[in-house]
């Protein structure tokens, strides 16, 4: 008797991805620039220089850029900056929820492989995110929300 193994494979290469990023979640991209934030939630990137109405934004800081978490009123939600913060996978990059001592929370001119997590201001949670590249006025971050 001959069995087919195509439903065992397709099975274990559909299992296996999602391992990669996470618990089933996806990990998500985004590219900003100055005054530009993104909602973690939808991945939409916005014009939000006040990081009110965004989770991340990025702001001018000479010829690169500082991430910061999202604003509620005159404060910044918290931030958790890894030290040292260089990750050469997202999947390394733990979650760790912000401390109250990290309010205000600023990624004063990441570097590639940087990660941070913070505290979501429109989208529900703690979120993990790492920066893929900066290059002329942009970076590009990954981001998942941690379990």
Not at 39 to 67: C, P, Q, R, S, Y
Request: aromatic residues 6%.
């Amino acid at each position: 008797m001959v069995r087919s193994t195509v439903p065992v494979l397709a099975l274990l290469v559909l299992s296996a991805s999602p391992a990669a990023a996470g618990p089933g979640k996806k990990v998500k991209t985004a590219i900003l620039q100055a005054d530009q934030g993104v909602v973690f939630a939808t991945g939409e990137v916005i014009l939000d220089g006040t990081g009110m109405k965004v989770d991340l934004v990025a702001h001018k800081h000479g010829e690169g850029l500082d991430l910061r978490a999202g604003r509620q009123g005159t404060s910044y939600l918290p931030l958790h900056r890894f030290t040292p913060g260089v990750f050469g996978k997202f999947k390394q990059v733990p979650c760790v929820a912000p401390g109250d001592g990290e309010k205000n929370g600023l990624a004063a001119s990441p570097k590639k492989g940087e990660a941070f997590t913070v505290m979501g201001n429109k989208s529900p949670g703690v979120w993990r995110v790492r920066v893929k590249f900066l290059k002329g006025g942009k970076v590009k971050v990954q981001f998942q929300k941690c379990p």
